[in-house]
């Protein structure tokens, strides 16, 4: 199981970060105070650390300076509310780190911890398959049940991401910052739109559905039961 | 080390050094003017004495026989009545012939001799605190009756007049003594009335606060010198009451946008928890709870990017680029969007931008967000981009009914938005010209709009790469 631990000195965030990741499939320790937050970090392995910047006794960036002189090379994921962090981040030269702006969508967080716990696995698949939709990357061709389908090429990107990442939901702005690089917030619903038109060429035809819309967080590309 | 002298000790001290320097002036040429008035009576005086001793002495001679008293005689009756005034005829080798002093005459005669002076100029000599005016004559021996050259001299004391021009000089000095004092006193009192607008102006701009922003200094009664400055000052009053009335607005307007979402939060959460409900419902208000809390957010994070670019820390990348390639990338972005509600975004012409081009991304595409909105249904819009004179310009234009020249003035203002129905769902909070616009800003470059017609245009205008 994968293991995960939250330093975070909000009581109501840190509770809630916790019930949402462990809900998620994680094992999650969560400490509300920076030195005790360090010590949990170089007593033990974890596999992904978060830390939020802000914090009694010992910041996030102190933590993060002092692990990585113990050799400890988890990937650390920030949670600020300040918005000064890029500079920081770069500044450590760091790559294994990200961070995440407060208020953030959680599905975003998923998102982004997978992208973390995933860094050095390869994803070189050119085929992908489910239920009988049949994805050929090198050959750039869908087809379902044997019935070629033509994408447009954004539309061919999208469902690649959503293959993917199947069985995860994945918010509308990281979808559009991974096949537009729009990553800001629209003031549109050209997300909901791209997807319907996809899932016209995809699902309306087919069963069963494959591509779902998860009400007020986003999409995912999985095989539900009817 | 540099004193701060005030105005008024400036002036005055100026005043009074001109004053000084007029007074002294008139002084020293008074003195001066009245001592060469003395010299030319003086030389007058002495060359009549010496035309009259030379006619006597002519005279005399003339007889054949030099009588030397009768020379005395006359010369004594010829100079009754004059005082201070010496005359002497002697012979080259200083024999005197005859000589005449009047009554109290103090110079040593003797002080005449000899060959020190020299003839027909008027000279003075000075001896033991006496001065006197010399002239001298020569007369030829056969004019004279002998064998040698005659000398006649006269000498005038000038002790009356260096007396007189002592005491106009020691009254000049009291005078400008005087006069020093009093110019300081007139010059200040002269300053403090010059300065009293200035005064006045200083009353008045002290009691302006935030209360009264509104209030102006008047101008037209100024001096034309403190005109200028009142005009800026008054500029600058405007200046700030405008950026002040935006400020409160804009917080106002926050407290407005703020209010809705929350009160909509907490109604939604009220009824919610009033009675038992199925789960379905539960869901129901999380996810409208959900949108308000993203609109929420939504808002927060855009205000911080403009408080951030009001602030100038927006940290921007410099990149150079084509407008072409990114607006293709936008009009691709958007297809799904266009191509469902029959709009067309069409692409003209090319510009090399330079700038962060992730944050001119999202000006562009704001800009395109709105002509995509408020544009009418099946629609043209026409993205056009050139580059000219050092500019590198963005035109983005397309028909619209939304906007009007009446509320052309108001698109840039923060939550406005084109349809006053507020439907919040597929509108954003009303910022994305704002921010488009501090983007444009922060790049050097601006962006304004036109309305030509029913076809309305904005243009980013930037310096090009």
Redesign the interface.
């Known amino acids: 199981m994968t293991t995960l631990l939250i330093v975070e000195d909000e009581i109501k965030t840190g509770t809630y970060l916790k019930q949402g990741l462990q809900e998620a499939g994680y094992d999650v320790t969560l400490v509300n105070d920076g030195r005790q937050g360090l010590e949990h970090i170089l007593q033990q392995r974890y596999d992904l650390i978060i830390l939020d910047v802000m914090l009694p006794s010992l910041d996030g960036w102190d933590i993060l300076r002092q692990m990585r002189m113990a050799r400890h090379e988890e990937p650390v994921l920030f949670l600020t509310a300040r918005?000064n962090v890029?500079?920081k981040i770069k500044g450590l030269d760091l790559g294994a780190d990200d961070y995440l702006?407060k208020?953030f969508d959680f599905a975003e967080l998923l998102a982004r911890i997978r992208t973390q716990l995933r860094r050095n696995r390869s994803l070189a698949s050119g085929m992908y398959e489910i239920a009988d939709l049949v994805m050929d990357i090198s050959r750039r061709s869908v087809s379902r049940s044997g019935t070629k389908i033509h994408l447009?090429?954004?539309e061919f990107v999208l469902l690649e991401l959503l293959l993917q990442r199947r069985g995860e939901v994945l918010p509308r702005n990281l979808i559009?910052s991974l096949v537009?690089?729009?990553?800001?917030?629209?003031?549109?619903?050209?997300i909901d739109?791209?997807v319907?038109?996809l899932r016209s060429k995809v699902d309306d035809d087919f069963s069963p559905k494959l591509i779902h819309t998860v009400?007020?967080i986003g999409y995912v590309l999985e095989i539900r039961e009817e | 080390m540099k004193r701060n002298w005030s105005l008024t000790s400036r002036l005055s001290l100026v005043f009074a050094g001109v004053m000084m320097s007029v007074w002294l002036l008139t002084s020293v040429l008074l003195v001066a003017a009245l001592g060469s008035y003395f010299r030319s009576q003086d030389l007058t005086l002495l060359t009549g004495k010496l035309e009259l001793a030379t006619e006597l002495l002519e005279s005399e001679a003339r007889t054949g026989k030099l009588d030397t008293a009768g020379l005395a005689r006359k010369l004594a009756d010829a100079m009754v009545g004059h005082s201070g005034l010496y005359l002497s005829i002697r012979t080259a080798d200083n024999q005197i012939l005859a000589d005449y002093f009047s009554p109290g005459f103090p110079f040593p005669a003797e002080r005449f001799a000899g060959e020190a002076l020299k003839l027909n100029t008027l000279q003075t000599v000075e001896e033991d605190g006496w001065r006197c005016n010399v002239m001298i004559k020569k007369i030829g021996a056969e004019n004279a009756g002998r064998h040698r050259d005659v000398l006649i001299t006269a000498a005038y004391d000038t002790g009356f007049h260096d007396e007189f021009i002592g005491q106009l000089k020691e009254w000049l000095m009291w005078l400008n003594g005087g006069l020093i004092f009093l110019s300081v006193l007139l010059g200040w009192l002269a300053t403090r009335i010059g300065l009293r607008p200035l005064n006045e102006i200083n009353r008045l701009a002290s009691a302006i606060t935030v209360n009264n922003l509104s209030e102006r200094l008047p101008a037209r009664y100024l001096p034309s010198e403190l005109k200028p400055t009142v005009v800026e000052f008054n500029s600058m009053l405007e200046r700030l009451e405008g950026s002040f009335r935006r400020l409160s607005e804009f917080s106002s307007d926050i407290a407005h946008e703020l209010r809705t979402p929350v009160s909509n939060l907490m109604m939604q959460t009220q009824v919610a928890l009033s009675r038992e409900r199925d789960a379905a419902s539960y869901?129901e208000v999380?996810?409208s709870n959900?949108?308000e809390?993203?609109r929420l957010?939504?808002m927060?994070?855009d205000m911080?990017f403009l408080a951030?670019s009001e602030n100038g820390l927006l940290?921007l990348e410099n990149e150079i680029f084509s407008a072409k390639a990114e607006l293709e990338?936008l009009i691709?972005?958007?297809?799904?969007?266009t191509?469902?509600n029959g709009k067309t975004l069409m692409l003209e012409g090319d510009a090399s931008m330079k700038g962060d081009r992730?944050m001119l991304?999202?000006a562009l595409?704001?800009l395109i967000?709105n002509a995509?909105?408020y544009s009418s249904d099946g629609a043209a819009i026409l993205l056009r981009a050139e580059q000219q004179a050092g500019m590198s310009f963005v035109h983005i234009s397309n028909r619209t009914e939304a906007i009007t020249q009446e509320n052309l003035g108001r698109l840039f203002d923060r939550f406005y938005r084109g349809d006053s129905s507020r439907q919040h769902n597929?509108?954003?909070a009303g910022l994305?010209l704002s921010i488009t616009r501090a983007v444009v800003q922060a790049h050097d470059g601006t962006l304004q709009v036109f309305l030509d017609g029913d076809i309305v245009t904005f243009t980013v205008k930037i310096p090009a790469a």
């Open positions: 918005d890029s500079e702006l208020p447009s090429t954004k559009s537009w690089n729009i990553n800001f917030e629209s003031d549109t619903n050209v739109v791209a319907r038109r009400r007020g | 869901r999380l996810f959900l949108e809390l993203g957010a939504r927060s994070s911080l951030k940290a990338e691709e972005f958007f297809e799904p969007l191509a469902e992730l991304r999202r595409s704001n967000t995509i909105k597929t509108d954003g994305g």
